[in-house]
């Protein structure tokens, strides 16, 4: 969802404003006049996990063992039943 304000309007409740964009996922473009000058948006989310330590993440996940073949079934049949995710940023 995307907002527009006044920059002095975004000046008086920066704080509120902040807690929008951080909580709600809120775009806000910032207006001069007529003219939008700036947009505040929330962050990338950031990972814990480091690239470099992927092999030993996946090295340490439990084996399926013999329950690969109905626990891939499971997935299937419930992937079917669920709406594809909106990334709630866009």
Not at 38 to 61: G, H
Request: glycine content about 2%; proline content about 7%.
């Amino acid at each position: 969802m995307i907002e527009r304000m006044s920059v002095t309007h975004a000046v008086r409740t920066f704080s509120d404003l902040l807690n929008r964009v951080y909580y709600q996922g809120i775009t806000v473009e910032l207006e001069r006049g007529n003219n939008v000058v700036a947009k505040l948006s929330p962050a990338d989310p950031v990972s814990p996990l480091n690239v470099k330590d992927l092999n030993k993440f996946f090295a340490e996940l439990p084996s399926l063992a013999d329950d690969v073949e109905a626990f891939s079934k499971n997935l299937t049949d419930i992937r079917k039943h669920i709406p594809i995710e909106q990334n709630p940023w866009d």
